[in-house]
T-cell receptor, first 112, second 111 residues
Framework: DAGVTQSPTHLIKTRGQQVTLRCSPK?????VSWYQQALGQGPQFIFQ???????QRGNFPDRFSGHQFPNYSSELNVNALWLGDSALYLC???????????FGPGTRLTVL | QQQVKQSPQSLIVQKGGISIINCAYE??????FPWYQQFPGKGPALLIA?????SEKKEGRFTISFNKSAKQFSLHIMDSQPGDSATYFC??????????FGTGTRLKVLA
């Protein structure tokens, strides 16, 4: 049973660029949430996707956008990158109305 | 009101000892409280979770104690082992939606 997978593992970008991160949920899960974890901090909620729609959003600017595909996988897009976007980006999946979220290994984004 | 306050920031425990991490919240609408363990460079892994209608939950060496009136909950790790050395996060959620995480506790268990 495959857990949550994310790609790429690491990514280096320069300021102003755009980035796309990908997530495949745990088998059988239909809900995907994205979190940003700065070094030494707890994860911060970005948004959650269910049935291909954004269901809830955290306190992040519109530069952060996402998408969920019919197979429940998801993408996180960040435009106009700046230094403060450097973080570990975590994807978590869950099943419908169940609360438990399972996290992937994350994508380490470095913005230079 | 959306914050979850976690303490201590770091903790050093001898092998075989008890590790205790505390969290407090304000929003009484929170209805699910998970604890996650995270090793460096890895994603958080679910340890144990509790709902507010239960005062205690135990799974192996890990126990959550929940005090609804005080709006506090804690993680107890019994017989702590060097392999337990990691960062621990408490969280709170409203239904199926976003988790609000604490700031984390870095645990070191000495051999």
């Amino acid at each position: 049973d495959a857990g949550v997978t994310q790609s790429p593992t690491h990514l280096i970008k320069t300021r102003g660029q755009q980035v796309t991160l990908r997530c495949s949920p745990k088998s059988g899960h239909d809900t995907v949430s994205w979190y940003q974890q700065a070094l030494g901090q707890g994860p911060q909620f970005i948004f959650q996707y269910y049935e291909e729609e954004e269901r809830q959003r955290g306190n992040f600017p519109d530069r952060f956008s996402g998408h969920q595909f019919p197979n429940y996988s998801s993408e996180l897009n960040v435009n106009a990158l700046w230094l403060g976007d450097s973080a570990l980006y975590l994807c978590a999946s869950s099943l419908g109305e169940r609360e438990t979220q399972f996290f992937g290994p994350g994508t380490r984004l470095t913005v230079l | 009101q959306q914050q979850v306050k976690q303490s201590p920031q770091s903790l050093i425990v001898q092998k075989g000892g008890i590790s205790i991490i505390n969290c407090a919240y304000e929003n009484t609408a929170f209805d699910y409280f998970p604890w996650y363990q995270q090793f460096p460079g890895k994603g958080p892994a679910l340890l144990i979770a509790i709902r507010p209608d239960v005062s205690e939950k135990k799974e192996g060496r890990f126990t959550i104690s929940f005090n609804k009136s005080a709006k506090q909950f804690s993680l107890h790790i019994m017989d702590s082992q060097p392999g337990d050395s990691a960062t621990y996060f408490c969280a709170a959620s409203l239904g199926t939606y976003k988790y609000i995480f604490g700031t984390g506790t870095r645990l070191k268990v000495l051999a």
